[in-house]
């Protein structure tokens, strides 16, 4: 599975992120040339020369630059959208988890009651009837002998039937 994610840039920090450049731009001027103190020759032969849009003089090859403000807020800016998008994938996938349990632990619990074999009831009057099956087998030439037999399993039947009637109201 591929991870992906997307990275949303507000206008609001291109706005902020534009604004820190101009006062970085109106703040920056440019250096006085230095000038030599009056009375020098230096300074008569600067005084002679033509005004230049050139610098006077060239900075040293190994002075420190000054960083870049806009380019390290804007970096900043995004590593930050960068931590709160790793902050937000770890919580989504967490959630994903929990949510892959529960959806599996209710499917199991369906699976359970759909596929559940029904409990086994007894059969009612089974003494009964089998006392009766067993009378007349006894008796096949007079099965008049096992009508004590049949009536216990015919009230039987009947005290099961009025049961029955009485739960479904």
Known sequence: MGES?????????????ADEGEKLKKRSK???PKTPPKGTHASQANAQQKPTS?????????SPVPPQQPAFSELDAIRSVLQDSGKVLERLQKQEENMLQEVTQRAKDLHEKEFKLPEHK????LEERDACAKCYKENEQN???????????????RRVKQLLNAADK
Request: include cysteine.
């Open 5 to 17: 994610f997307t990275i949303q840039i507000s206008s609001n920090l291109v706005k902020q992120l």
């Open 54 to 62: 050139e610098w006077p003089f060239q900075p040293p090859l190994f």
């Open 143 to 157: 099965p008049l002998k096992c009508a004590n037999a049949v009536q216990r399993f015919a009230n039987c039947a």
């Open 122 to 125: 007894p059969f009612p009057c």
């Open 30 to 32: 440019k250096p006085k």
